[in-house]
């Protein structure tokens, strides 16, 4: 079953914590997204990697970083978390070159 | 840097009628152009795209239409149902052609 999981699904943290953001899939998809949706702001882009250890910044990566070790597991670090990374933060997944990604279900990630 | 306009920020119609949502894009060089759709509360959910090398694709109900000389492309979703009340996104590939710009989203509500 071709899909992509997010843990947690929903998160509270206060400001200054670390924050990891789990991503896995099941299709060995090489091209793994990490995005942020916000109202009024649609999807903007953190990171983007194009397989192990191939990781590029999207639109927004300032005060992100990932981790991308295996094929199928790629994850999203807040050092040092702020309040205006409250969000809804997608992964998602393709294979290489214009694919429709794959979307998991979410993280809405709240920080106090 | 690139965009991605979508142009209509609501729709509304009537149930059984048909809805069509406009994107315009920016970056000459976008070569794929899919559409999501999100639902309350929801993940993003792929539902047709489109490739450059052609100017019109359906599936079942979802016709999109691609000018390449306006740089517009367009979802038409005919026979509307209220089920199809949701946020739909377009996208358009950019730069690596893995990276896609999106719209901020079209809100259509369905009424019975």
């Known amino acids: 079953d071709m899909k992509v999981t997010q843990m947690p699904r929903y998160l509270i943290k206060r400001m200054g914590e670390n924050v990891l953001l789990e991503c896995g899939q099941d299709?060995?998809?090489?091209?793994m997204y990490w995005y942020r949706q916000d109202p009024g702001l649609g999807l903007q882009l953190i990171y983007i990697?194009?397989?192990?250890?191939?990781?590029s910044e999207g639109d927004i990566p300032k005060g992100y970083r990932v981790s991308r070790k295996k094929r199928e597991h790629f994850s999203l670090i807040l050092d040092s978390a702020k309040t205006n990374q409250t969000s809804v933060y997608f992964c998602?997944?393709?294979?290489?070159?214009?694919?429709?990604?794959?979307f998991g279900e979410g993280t809405r990630l709240s920080v106090l | 840097g690139e965009k991605v306009e979508q142009h209509e920020s609501t729709l509304s119609v009537r149930e059984g009628d048909s809805a069509v949502i406009n994107c315009t894009y920016t970056?000459?060089?976008?070569?794929?152009f899919p559409w999501y759709k999100q639902e309350a509360g929801k993940s993003l959910h792929f539902v047709i795209d489109?490739?450059?090398n052609v100017d019109r694709k359906q599936s079942q109900r979802l016709i999109v239409l691609l000018d390449k000389k306006a740089k517009r492309f367009s979802l038409h979703i005919t026979a509307t149902q209220p089920e199809d009340s949701a946020i739909y996104f377009c996208?358009?590939?950019?730069?690596?052609?893995?990276?896609?710009?999106w719209g901020l989203g079209t809100s259509l509500v369905v009424n019975p």
């Open positions: 998602a997944s393709s294979l290489t070159g214009p694919q429709a990604p794959l």
């Open positions: 996208a358009a590939s950019v730069g690596d052609n893995s990276k896609l710009i």
């Open positions: 299709m060995s998809h090489e091209t």
């Open positions: 489109i490739r450059s």
């Open positions: 970056d000459t060089a976008s070569s794929y």
């Open positions: 990697s194009y397989d192990v250890d191939s990781n």
